[in-house]
C-alpha cells in the first residue's frame, strides 16, 4: 500500500488549498481513511475521516471550513480547506485502515500513512 499527498503549499489567511492522497495496492472506496495533521511541538491530531459509506466525520476546529472527500475511480482521497487559519499550519497526512468505519477508530487502526504535505497559512 502506498500514499502520496499533494497539494500543500503557503496561503494567507482565509485563503484555500486542495489536498489530494493517491492510494496504490489499496482500494480506497472499500474502507474508513483520514487525514491528520501534527503542528511542530504538538501531537498528531485527527482533521477529519469518511468511511466506507462516505459518512464524514469532522474535529470540531475544522467543522464547516473543511471537506473531506473521495473518488473512488481515482483511488484518491481528498481535503478541500477553506477560510484557512494561521492555527491551521501543520503537516497534513492522509491515512488509510482496513476497516469500514470510522467510528470510535483511533491513529493505531489506521496501518498506513503517506509521507506528509506541509501546508502554512500567513497572518
Same mark, same amino acid.
Given at each position: 500500500v502506498q500514499l502520496v499527498e499533494s497539494g500543500g503549499g503557503s496561503v494567507q489567511?482565509?485563503?484555500s488549498l486542495r489536498l489530494s492522497c493517491a492510494a496504490s495496492g489499496y482500494?480506497?472506496? =472499500?474502507?474508513c481513511m483520514g487525514w491528520f495533521r501534527q503542528a511542530p511541538?504538538?501531537?498528531r491530531e485527527g #482533521?477529519?475521516?469518511i468511511n466506507r459509506y462516505a459518512g464524514t466525520t469532522y474535529a470540531q476546529s475544522v467543522k464547516g471550513r473543511f471537506t473531506i472527500s473521495r473518488d473512488n475511480?481515482?483511488?484518491?482521497?481528498y481535503l478541500?480547506? =477553506?477560510s484557512l487559519k494561521p492555527e491551521d499550519t501543520a503537516m497534513y497526512y492522509c491515512a488509510a485502515s482496513? #476497516?469500514?468505519w470510522c467510528n470510535g477508530r483511533t491513529q493505531g487502526d489506521f496501518g498506513?500513512?503517506?509521507q506528509g504535505t506541509q501546508v502554512t497559512v500567513s497572518s
Open positions: 489567511a482565509g485563503g482500494s480506497s472506496g =472499500d474502507y511541538g504538538k501531537e #482533521v477529519a475521516r475511480a481515482k483511488n484518491t482521497l478541500q480547506m =477553506d482496513l #476497516v469500514s498506513y500513512w503517506g
